[in-house]
């Protein structure tokens, strides 16, 4: 009798409890920054049989004091990072995850709640930590055998939020591994009711572009991607940009934030020289369709402090050596992460004048209205569009010139003249001189010098003489209203500091890399610079050792 009374008052706290969160009101969040990590395998010290070899605990010195020395490193960088919510991917077990919680926890760095998959057919799994609530968790199978499952959380704010953390198969593997995943993920997105709005992040083992950079030896798909075509991050073989999900409010396209950075900047993980975006944040239109959750354009970032790499610029993985765990280094990953605000809340919470307000249009004299085709078929515009800032992503430059390249960046210009405009990091492949029909989809003010730093080439035409757009230097060019993103030559002065004395007038200059910069007292003759913009002033930008020389 006494057992029965127990087993069914254990029942009511059950209930009452489990009843207790199911109800807990949200959150009152307003704003969270969100963020990925693959830490590179963070193994217990539990023997559970499925351990990779080199992670079996006792054996190639994976010891206690190891471990807990992976763990400090881990969370020195979490805290650092300082994330609301940070999805990872290799975390063995909940033991792992518990203990890196519980350090995070003594060291101040608070992550009250966790979540992780549950499948015991995977050595390593996707995981979650957050200082917000988390209102549900779910693993979602992929396929059979050894594939990871994709961990679904919902955070428990208002409106809710829901997280997906991917992990793919490795480019070990053919691509048509990563379409079973694809495949899996977008069932469930489809699933979601209708405004739903939610957060798709993980290591996808593939490039934002895998559909142009997937190498021959991984294509079994006849070119198709599951990152691309499957979850439609492309359209028309065209990458989907922030300007369509704004245009076309009902489309299952994302969008993946690598474009909110130049060309030059996306990357997250490096084998020698060669850079890729295996990890990745993805949106859904619900995210920037001024509702509830809305994304912070520009915030996503990588997280890359300067103890993330290792002397020689290498990023400072976890060193294993001569079959041995040597207790030093993070990841061969780096963190990337994005920042959200909620910019209204539910509208039943609004008055009635509040939700008639929200049929009627709304209109930006700086973002007018566009047309729902203008995102597919851009209008035609100029620099000074752009320079402006008075007209709406994308557009197409017609017949403009590259009067100066160095590296990845250039400087182009109408063939007819007129200003000049920076492409920032995503220039490889002009050649100066060329003249070209190009389609800009995103630029980005620096010191309020307008950049190009997401464009494609549409046409590539004629090459020109570029000698009539290069003048030559006067200190004049420096005063009043003259244009910057200018390039000029035949400079000659003597080197102070920071500032160049030609004429006896100080001109401040940069010298673009540290081994570039020549030595204060130095007399120099500049072949050839660019005119900058700094803080309210203007400056000469040195781009290249090649483009002085130093006189005796």
């Given at each position: 009798m006494i057992k029965k009374v127990i087993g069914a008052l254990l029942v009511l706290i059950i209930a009452w409890v489990g009843n207790y969160f199911k109800n807990t009101p949200p959150d009152d969040i307003n704003s969270i920054k969100v963020a990925n990590w693959n830490v590179q395998n963070l193994f217990d010290m539990e023997r559970q049989g499925g351990e990779y070899k080199e992670f079996v605990p006792n054996r190639h010195n994976w010891k206690e004091r190891i471990y807990k020395k992976k763990i400090k490193n881990i969370a020195e960088v979490i805290c650092d990072l300082d994330a609301d919510v940070i999805g990872f991917?290799?975390?063995?077990?909940?033991?792992?995850?518990?203990?890196?919680?519980?350090?995070?926890?003594?060291?101040?760095?608070?992550?009250?709640?966790?979540?992780?998959?549950?499948?015991?057919?995977?050595?390593?799994?996707t995981a979650l930590l957050s200082k917000i609530k988390i209102k549900s968790k779910r693993d979602i199978k992929v396929g059979r055998g050894l594939y990871r499952s994709i961990l679904e959380v919902t955070l428990n704010t208002n409106p809710p939020l829901k997280i997906f953390v991917n992990h793919w198969s490795s480019k070990r593997h053919p691509e048509s591994k990563r379409l079973v995943y694809a495949k899996t993920l977008k069932k469930r997105l489809n699933r979601l009711p209708k405004g739903s709005e939610y957060i798709v992040l993980g290591d996808f083992n593939s490039n934002y572009d895998e559909f142009e950079t997937m190498p021959d030896r991984l294509n079994n798909t006849d070119g198709k991607t599951g990152i691309n075509h499957i979850l439609g991050t492309v359209i028309s073989d065209e990458l989907v940009r922030l300007s369509y999900l704004k245009d076309h409010p009902n489309t299952k396209k994302l969008y993946n934030l690598w474009l909110e950075l130049p060309e030059s900047s996306?990357?997250?993980?490096?084998?020698?020289?060669?850079?890729?975006?295996?990890?990745?944040?993805?949106?859904?239109?619900?995210?920037?369709?001024?509702?509830?959750?809305?994304?912070?354009?520009?915030?996503?970032?990588?997280?890359?402090?300067?103890?993330?790499?290792?002397?020689?610029?290498?990023?400072?993985?976890?060193?294993?050596?001569?079959?041995?765990?040597?207790?030093?280094?993070?990841?061969?990953?780096l963190p990337i992460y994005a920042k959200f605000k909620i910019v209204s809340k539910d509208k039943k919470e609004g008055t009635q004048e509040e939700s008639e307000m929200e049929k009627l249009p709304k209109y930006n004299l700086l973002n007018p209205p566009k047309d729902q085709t203008e995102?597919?078929?851009?209008?035609?515009?100029?620099?000074?569009?752009?320079?402006?800032?008075?007209?709406?992503?994308?557009?197409?430059?017609?017949?403009?010139?590259?009067?100066?390249?160095?590296?990845?960046?250039?400087?182009?210009?109408?063939?007819n003249g007129g200003s000049g405009i920076l492409i920032y990091g995503g220039a490889?492949?002009?050649?100066?001189?060329?003249?070209?029909?190009?389609?800009?989809?995103?630029?980005?003010?620096?010191?309020?010098?307008?950049?190009?730093?997401?464009?494609?080439?549409?046409?590539?035409?004629?090459?020109?003489?570029?000698?009539?757009?290069?003048?030559?230097?006067?200190?004049?060019?420096?005063?009043?209203?003259?244009?910057?993103?200018?390039?000029?030559?035949?400079?000659?002065?003597?080197?102070?500091?920071?500032?160049?004395?030609?004429?006896?007038?100080?001109?401040?200059?940069?010298?673009r890399g540290k081994r570039n910069r020549p030595k204060s007292g130095d007399k120099l003759i500049i072949k050839i610079a660019q005119i900058g913009y700094y803080k309210g002033q203007k400056e000469l930008i040195v781009w290249s050792k090649k483009d002085y020389s130093i006189l005796d």
């Open positions: 991917e290799e975390i063995e077990s909940d033991i792992a995850l518990r203990d890196l919680q519980n350090f995070l926890n003594r060291a101040g760095c608070k992550y009250p709640y966790r979540a992780i998959t549950s499948s015991k057919d995977t050595p390593v799994h996306r990357w997250s993980y490096r084998v020698y020289r060669k850079k890729y975006t295996l990890d990745s944040i993805l949106i859904p239109p619900t995210l920037v369709n001024r509702k509830g959750w809305e994304y912070i354009e520009d915030s996503f970032k990588v997280f890359k402090p300067k103890y993330l790499f290792t002397k020689r610029g290498a990023i400072f993985k976890w060193q294993y050596k001569h079959s041995k765990h040597l207790g030093k280094g993070y990841s061969d990953h995102t597919l078929n851009p209008k035609i515009a100029t620099i000074d569009d752009l320079i402006k800032g008075s007209i709406s992503m994308p557009v197409i430059l017609k017949d403009v010139v590259v009067i100066f390249k160095r590296g990845k960046s250039a400087i182009v210009k109408s063939v490889k492949d002009l050649r100066e001189g060329g003249v070209y029909d190009l389609k800009v989809f995103k630029t980005k003010s620096y010191y309020s010098l307008p950049e190009i730093i997401d464009m494609k080439i549409l046409k590539a035409k004629d090459e020109i003489d570029i000698s009539p757009f290069i003048k030559k230097f006067e200190p004049s060019m420096m005063e009043g209203d003259y244009p910057t993103s200018e390039v000029v030559k035949d400079i000659e002065g003597v080197l102070e500091g920071k500032w160049l004395i030609v004429d006896g007038k100080k001109i401040m200059v940069y010298f």
